[in-house]
């Protein structure tokens, strides 16, 4: 658990955040904002064109920020979500190919446009048959007679940007021969110029929030793109999609954060000056229960990604793909809560287009889809962790389903031992601990859910072995599980940071931490007994059995409680 994980790299990075921050910082939210004209915050405009590029400093104009200062600018940026949307389909995934599998020559021709903001780009990867199923896109790319050119056609839907951008980073089906000599379809990536001609954009999409950004289809007819063009190998576009939707999820906790803490002032302010039964609604129980989740919530997504982003500043460009989708899930979801728990704090006012929070509650909800769904990477974390674990464990588990006694003995030994009360100490408390004395009980929760999480793990692998890729309802909560004790290491380290470095109220991030590794433990030993197969908490076959009757009928299938026999 690094101790200066959230520490600012350089001062000059932070003159360059407070600098360039400031000039986009609303400070409240549209008041009016009807379907028919709403935009972005009138009070905050976009940010300067040069300021369109925070990453790429080598491009000749970006500014070159690490992650951590990444985060900290999309936390300000944040506080209009239109604008948010727009800069990251442009910073985040928009130009993020290019940097990531670009050629120099690549770089030097499309970066320094796209760093000053004459060139907006836009990432086109989903159809109309392919959502989730990256692998399934029907637009292709042909190699025209004299090898100098792909000829592209098909058609992208919901691109963020797609009726501004100059410069799409696009992904289609090519032709390729594999070592054996056969022809196969495989995905490929192209940075296409408008310019190319045969682009067409659609009209803007009437969408349910996000209004102020440009969102719409994009076809491609006949445009030919040089084969310079090929963004890392021919065939390797998954991977290099894969990699740019990787790269920038980690974000997402941050702007969710800043949009928060905003929400929370508003909503407070509203609470200690509304009156109902002679007392202000802030002196409720069930309503200061709410603003404790909403900090509580902000706080811990803060921290994710903040860690995350510390991790990824570190040398050598560490893989940390897991840990930002659980950021991403973590956040995504705690917004939508949040914003809700928020309008029932408002009441009426809340529901009022007047008021700028039912937009908030509107622009949340595409967080639970875009940039790959919440189940789709919920997936992803379980899948990718067991497969981490399964590289340690195979000799294990092998050994234990050909009944070796050696294995077997020692397995049970072990288990006797855990459940006749060991202490399990991982070392994150004590003089050598990183783990302030006062947040001890929540570091001995961690530490016990680690380690019936890793008994867990193994008695999964050994149940269902490959077929576990098929067991979405394990896997759900396999990555529930990553997600809590990933959001407790977070704040653990955090708030132990905060109290030795002296800040400004240290104490509340302990309680903030204490309380949500409380919940989170208690959370993890559900979900642990719902892993085991015979435990009366898991309810997987039934669930299964209701579906499918309901998804056989296509309808409710129950009969009407008025519904009478013949």
């Not at 009022?352 to 919920?378: A, K, Q, V, W």
């Not at 006694?405 to 459940?419: K, L, Y």
Request: charged fraction near 20%.
């Amino acid at each position: 658990m690094s101790r200066d994980i959230y520490v600012v790299r350089t001062v000059e990075e932070g003159e360059l955040l407070v600098g360039r921050g400031q000039g986009c910082h609303p400070t409240s939210y549209s008041t009016r904002g009807t379907p028919a004209t709403e935009g972005p915050n009138p009070g905050c405009q976009y940010p300067r064109q040069r300021d369109l590029s925070w990453r790429p400093r080598d491009a000749g104009g970006g500014l070159g920020l690490s992650n951590t200062m990444y985060a900290r600018l999309g936390e300000i940026i944040s506080l209009d979500c239109s604008i948010a949307v727009t800069l990251a389909a442009h910073q985040a995934i928009g130009l993020k190919g290019i940097i990531l599998a670009g050629s120099e020559e690549q770089k030097a021709r499309y970066l320094p446009k796209l760093a000053s903001g004459e060139h907006v780009a836009a990432f086109c990867l989903t159809e109309p048959a392919s959502g989730s199923d990256a692998a399934s896109i029907r637009t292709r790319a042909t190699l025209s007679e004299d090898k100098k050119h792909y000829v592209l056609n098909g058609s992208k839907v919901w691109i963020t940007n797609g009726g501004l951008a100059s410069v799409f980073t696009v992904f289609a089906k090519t032709e390729v021969v594999d070592s054996n000599g056969s022809v196969k379809d495989k995905v490929t990536a192209f940075i296409v110029e408008r310019d190319f001609g045969g682009i067409t954009s659609g009209k803007p999409e009437d969408k349910l929030g996000i209004r102020g950004s440009n969102t719409c289809e994009v076809h491609f007819e006949n445009t030919r793109v040089p084969v310079e063009n090929v963004l890392g190998e021919v065939g390797g576009g998954f991977k290099v999609a894969m990699n740019i939707l990787n790269s920038g999820r980690f974000s997402m906790g941050s702007a969710v954060a800043g949009m928060l803490k905003k929400l929370i002032e508003m909503t407070a302010e509203y609470a200690c000056t509304r009156k109902q039964f002679n007392r202000n609604l802030s002196e409720f129980g069930l309503i200061q229960e709410k603003f404790a989740l909403m900090a509580q919530k902000a706080y811990v997504m803060e921290s994710m990604a903040y860690l995350t982003a510390g991790m990824l500043d570190q040398p050598g460009f560490p893989d940390c793909s897991i840990e930002a989708a659980m950021v991403k899930v973590f956040s995504s979801e705690a917004a939508w809560q949040c914003v809700s728990e928020a309008l029932q704090v408002l009441g009426g006012s809340g529901y009022m287009r007047d008021y700028p929070y039912e937009r908030i509650l509107r622009d949340s909800r595409i967080l639970l889809i875009f940039e790959g769904t919440n189940e789709i990477l919920r997936m992803y974390i379980a899948l990718t962790g067991l497969q981490h674990a399964g590289r340690i464990l195979t000799a294990r588990v092998k050994q234990l389903k050909q009944g070796n006694v050696t294995t077997i003995m020692e397995t049970v030994s072990q288990r006797v031992r855990d459940s006749l009360g060991r202490t399990v100490d991982l070392g994150l408390t004590g003089k050598l601990g990183a783990v302030h004395p006062s947040m001890e009980d929540s570091a001995h929760k961690l530490e016990q859910n680690v380690h019936d999480f890793s008994r867990t793990v193994e008695t999964l692998l050994l149940r269902f072995g490959k077929t576990i890729v098929e067991e979405q309802l394990v896997l759900k909560r396999v990555a529930n599980i990553l997600i809590n004790l990933y959001g407790m290491t977070a704040v653990l380290s955090r708030a132990s940071r905060s109290i030795r470095v002296g800040l400004q109220n240290h104490d509340h991030e302990v309680l903030l931490a204490n309380i949500f590794c409380t919940e989170a433990y208690y959370q993890n030993l559900f979900a642990l007994s719902q892993l085991d197969k015979y435990s009366p908490e898991n309810l997987d076959e039934l669930i299964k059995k209701v579906s499918q009757q309901v998804l056989e009928k296509r309808a409710y299938v129950c009969a009407h409680p008025l519904d009478r026999t013949s």
